[in-house]
């Protein structure tokens, strides 16, 4: 069974930081590339970011460009989210999603398993 385990949710300030964490189980990892969406109230789930496979090539939304980072860690079955210079409107759950197409693809239907979600709040 295909696990995704969200964690380092929580509230910030904002200009702060979070650093957000996926543990993936029931899989092999290293052989799936994995994004970062998030969903703030009354909104649609939106692409944040995609790393392939080897961590080798990443994207990221307008957005979120120059402000995160998203990594892997094959070894650990974890990818991370590194989110700098937080603002308002950062405010959503985010989750974690794998899916076994290489490449870059931010569409949610791409994406087959998905985490729970963790909420990230930057207030102001």
């Known amino acids: 069974q295909v696990q995704l385990v969200e964690s380092g949710g929580g509230l910030v300030q904002a200009g702060g930081s979070l650093r957000l964490s996926c543990a993936a189980s029931?899989?092999?990892?290293?052989?799936?590339?994995m994004g970062w969406f998030r969903q703030a109230p009354v909104k649609g789930r939106e692409f944040v970011a995609t790393?392939?496979?080897?961590?080798?090539?990443?994207y990221y939304a307008d957005s979120v460009k120059g402000r995160f980072t998203i990594s892997r860690d094959n070894a650990k079955n974890t990818v991370y989210l590194q989110m700098n210079s937080l603002k308002p409107e950062d405010t959503a759950v985010y989750y974690c999603a794998a899916r076994l197409t290489s490449g870059i693809l931010t569409g949610v239907n791409n994406y087959n398993y998905w985490g729970q979600g963790a909420q990230v709040t930057v207030s102001s």
């Open positions: 790393i392939t496979r080897g961590g080798d090539n990443t």
């Open positions: 029931g899989l092999t990892f290293s052989i799936y590339s």
